[in-house]
């Protein structure tokens, strides 16, 4: 579990976020949603450490992580796994190199043993024979599953997902869904999923954060959010004519 | 002036991140390897072609100027050795090398920075400064003394090429030139500058590149803010080192 105590974050004179309260529970794909510049990828910033919060506090299962010194926050950093917009793969390592780094750097684990949990993971992810290719050989989708292998391969008790679907098409953006949320239940993980796909927050949204303006407007779920009478989330959620149409005929 | 201070203070914050102990001993000492090829082996070509037409040059320059008849021909050879040693191959190879090395690693980082690599690697709990840039200041530290020994060679023997092939001195004349009145200390001075000048060349570029912020068109800036800074810092340094040795 993952709680964020009325955090504030601003840049300068620019209040980005502000009082954010929220709890992402364990084993639940915990989404973020909201319009672009609202905030979202500052909260997630803050909750994984790259960016300081100004006020507030933020819990790693009751380990106040901004309480903590550079050698603890980095011991949490080693159960966390991150997947990023762009992927985030290092351009001068091979599939196999990329997915074995968090490995080399942080476990004594032979060459052989550090093999078989990548190609545990590639294969978790439905890869297959890429081990060898740089990441500027995979596609899109191909590259957001290695970083999704990547992520998960140090058996992470927290997974950060920054903008899954971004680039992707419908279909690759399901699998991609579907992956993260099977993963997320199968590991007993805390998964934080930053999106504005409304298709991600039907499909996978268990738990739904609306962040609006640097503040949290709207928290429930994905069998919640078309009913709700929020204005500004009503637009946001329906902010297609499709949408809008599927809503009166609704 | 306000805007100076705060980028030294984030140099020397950045310096201080760079020179913690690496994660792992086996990891750090390939990445080593890696840039000791990247930065050095990969310039050797450049670096022995530009020494050889150098020290033909300043031979021929230098017999050009020899008009009095009281002039020994073997200032030919002297006065090579002296400018190779002393500044060519110091100073010059070393700018040379700002500008190849330098836009390199300011580049690379910049990249690493924008497509959010350096982010992953914090993200796990690696000390990206000290992951991506120590390596490179060790193997350049390594790797530029050799480079300009190399160059020095090179340029007198490229100064020896010229003398003989346009008959300006004989070989005998060019040798007990380049063998007269030789101070080792100069060797010493040399390798000196060569050591301080590698570490801010990479530093810097380093800096340059870690602190990128935006996309494609702010990794081209930063790749030649590092290249600018550190030729002026080489050449800075060359002044103060000179004056604390020779002077």
Same mark, same amino acid.
């Given at each position: 579990?993952?709680?964020?105590?009325?955090?504030?974050?601003?840049?300068?004179?620019?209040?980005?976020?502000?009082?954010?309260?929220?709890?992402?529970?364990?084993?639940?794909?915990?989404?973020?949603?909201?319009?672009?510049?609202?905030?979202?990828?500052?909260?997630?910033?803050?909750?994984?450490?790259?960016?300081?919060?100004?006020?507030?506090?933020?819990?790693?299962?009751?380990?106040?992580?901004?309480?903590?010194?550079?050698?603890?926050?980095?011991?949490?950093?080693?159960?966390?796994?991150?997947?990023?917009?762009?992927?985030?793969?290092?351009?001068?390592?091979?599939?196999?190199?990329? /997915?074995?780094?968090?490995?080399?750097?942080?476990?004594?684990?032979?060459?052989?043993?550090?093999?078989?949990?990548?190609?545990?993971?590639? +294969?978790?992810?439905?890869?297959?024979?890429?081990?060898?290719?740089?990441?500027?050989?995979?596609?899109?989708?191909?590259?957001?599953?290695?970083?999704?292998?990547?992520?998960?391969?140090?058996?992470?008790?927290?997974?950060?997902?920054?903008?899954?679907?971004?680039?992707?098409?419908?279909?690759?953006?399901?699998?991609?869904?579907?992956?993260?949320?099977?993963?997320?239940?199968?590991?007993?993980?805390?998964?934080?999923? +930053?999106?504005?796909?409304?298709?991600? /927050?039907?499909?996978?949204?268990?738990?739904?954060?609306?962040?609006?303006?640097?503040?949290?407007?709207? /928290?429930?779920?994905?069998?919640?959010?078309?009913?709700?009478?929020?204005?500004?989330?009503?637009?946001? /959620?329906?902010?297609?004519?499709?949408?809008?149409?599927?809503?009166?005929?609704? | 002036?306000?805007?100076?201070?705060?980028?030294?203070?984030?140099?020397?914050?950045?310096?201080?991140?760079?020179?913690?102990?690496?994660?792992?001993?086996?990891?750090?000492?390939?990445? !080593?390897?890696?840039?000791?090829?990247?930065?050095?082996?990969?310039?050797?070509?450049?670096?022995?072609?530009?020494?050889?037409?150098?020290?033909?040059?300043?031979? !021929?320059?230098?017999?050009?100027?020899?008009?009095?008849?009281?002039?020994?021909?073997?200032?030919?050879?002297?006065?090579?050795?002296?400018?190779?040693?002393?500044?060519?191959?110091?100073?010059?190879?070393?700018?040379?090398?700002?500008?190849?090395?330098?836009?390199? !690693?300011?580049?690379?980082?910049?990249?690493?920075?924008?497509?959010?690599?350096?982010?992953?690697?914090?993200?796990?709990?690696?000390?990206?400064?000290?992951?991506?840039?120590?390596?490179?200041?060790?193997?350049?530290?390594?790797?530029?003394?050799?480079?300009?020994?190399?160059?020095?060679?090179?340029?007198?023997?490229?100064?020896?090429?010229?003398?003989?092939?346009?008959?300006?001195?004989?070989?005998?004349?060019?040798?007990?030139?380049?063998?007269?009145?030789?101070?080792?200390?100069?060797?010493?001075?040399?390798?000196?500058?060569?050591?301080?000048?590698?570490?801010?060349?990479?530093?810097?570029?380093?800096?340059?590149?870690?602190?990128?912020?935006?996309?494609?068109?702010?990794?081209?800036?930063?790749?030649?803010?590092?290249?600018?800074?550190?030729?002026?810092?080489?050449?800075?340094?060359?002044?103060?080192?000179?004056?604390?040795?020779?002077?």
């Amino acid at each position: 579990m993952i709680e964020t105590r009325h955090i504030s974050k601003s840049f300068g004179d620019h209040l980005i976020i502000h009082d954010i309260s929220i709890i992402f529970e364990r084993g639940k794909t915990n989404l973020i949603i909201g319009p672009s510049g609202s905030g979202k990828t500052v909260l997630m910033k803050c909750i994984v450490g790259l960016l300081e919060v100004d006020e507030g506090q933020i819990l790693y299962d009751d380990r106040t992580f901004t309480d903590m010194d550079f050698y603890e926050k980095k011991s949490i950093r080693q159960e966390i796994g991150m997947m990023f917009q762009g992927g985030a793969l290092f351009d001068s390592m091979t599939v196999e190199e990329n /997915v074995m780094f968090p490995l080399t750097m942080f476990t004594t684990q032979s060459m052989e043993e550090k093999r078989e949990r990548v190609n545990f993971c590639l +294969n978790r992810v439905n890869l297959e024979n890429v081990n060898k290719l740089y990441p500027a050989e995979l596609s899109g989708g191909m590259k957001k599953r290695v970083a999704i292998a990547r992520a998960i391969s140090m058996n992470p008790h927290y997974l950060f997902c920054d903008e899954p679907n971004s680039g992707l098409d419908p279909k690759t953006s399901i699998v991609i869904d579907n992956l993260i949320s099977e993963i997320t239940k199968e590991y007993g993980i805390t998964t934080i999923i +930053n999106t504005h796909d409304m298709n991600s /927050v039907i499909e996978i949204g268990d738990h739904i954060a609306f962040i609006y303006k640097g503040k949290l407007w709207w /928290v429930g779920n994905n069998s919640k959010i078309l009913d709700t009478d929020n204005e500004e989330l009503n637009n946001f /959620v329906y902010a297609t004519e499709l949408t809008r149409r599927l809503k009166k005929q609704k | 002036m306000k805007k100076i201070l705060f980028s030294i203070g984030q140099y020397v914050d950045l310096t201080i991140k760079v020179f913690r102990k690496p994660e792992k001993g086996p990891v750090f000492r390939k990445q !080593i390897a890696n840039e000791i090829n990247n930065l050095g082996i990969d310039s050797l070509g450049i670096v022995a072609i530009i020494s050889v037409f150098m020290g033909a040059v300043v031979a !021929i320059q230098t017999a050009h100027n020899i008009t009095s008849a009281w002039v020994p021909v073997t200032t030919v050879g002297f006065t090579t050795r002296e400018s190779i040693l002393l500044e060519f191959s110091p100073t010059i190879i070393c700018l040379i090398l700002a500008g190849k090395v330098g836009s390199r !690693i300011a580049s690379e980082i910049g990249t690493m920075r924008v497509t959010e690599q350096i982010d992953a690697l914090e993200i796990m709990g690696v000390n990206s400064a000290n992951y991506l840039i120590l390596p490179k200041i060790v193997a350049a530290v390594i790797i530029f003394p050799l480079l300009v020994i190399i160059s020095m060679f090179l340029g007198i023997f490229g100064g020896w090429l010229a003398a003989v092939w346009m008959h300006v001195v004989t070989t005998t004349n060019y040798y007990a030139g380049i063998t007269m009145d030789f101070i080792p200390y100069e060797i010493f001075y040399s390798m000196v500058k060569t050591v301080v000048f590698s570490f801010l060349i990479t530093s810097i570029s380093g800096y340059y590149g870690y602190y990128t912020n935006g996309g494609a068109l702010e990794v081209g800036r930063a790749s030649t803010k590092a290249v600018v800074m550190s030729s002026i810092l080489v050449i800075v340094f060359n002044l103060i080192i000179t004056q604390l040795m020779l002077g």
